[in-house]
């Protein structure tokens, strides 16, 4: 899923800020998904994970005064207020001490969650274009890019001349550069 542009996101939180319920809800639908992955990664439990979100939209909710939008993106705002959250919860559980200290130890730094979320978006956005794309095109640009397929494989993989391979290739990536640069 592909989160609304920043600005969206940022006049969210700004509504929040003052109390409204409606944006806040937009915001949490635009950004669940994607926070709740990172906590389910983090806690790797989906009860825990849950519950940590709730956690985290009652602290948005509670703070959403203090975001600013020259300091950080609102969703790396929003990933380093869950990464905290899931931190907090897995120090609180302390089974073994090794054990929430090892998971501690593979989870990425608050300077990771921005590329993170970063990454994120463009997969979400990358997906979205692939689906604009139409069947044969996209079935020639995975193949070519996942399967590692040269033309000459495509064509023969899908029983279909070169020259209209290659065409699916080329008018794939062009269509698909077109619409990549509208999530940038």
Known sequence: MAYPPHEVLIEHLHAAARGDGKAFEK???????????????IVRQEAAAQDCLQQ????????AGQYDASRARPMTWLSTLTRNIGIDWLRRQRP?????????????????VERESDLHQQAASLQQCLEEL???????????????????????????????????????LERLKACMTRFA
């Open 134 to 172: 139409s069947a044969p095109q996209r079935q020639a640009l995975e193949l070519a890019f996942f399967e590692g397929l040269t033309h000459h494989d495509l064509a023969a993989h899908l029983t279909t001349p070169l020259g209209t391979v290659k065409s699916w290739v080329r008018r794939g």
């Open 27 to 41: 915001l949490y639908r635009a950004t669940s998904p994607h926070l709740y992955a990172q906590l389910l990664r």
């Open 56 to 63: 985290v939209y009652l602290k948005v909710w509670q703070v």
């Open 96 to 112: 073994r001490e090794s054990d929430s200290e090892t998971i501690l130890q593979t989870l990425p730094g608050e300077a990771n």
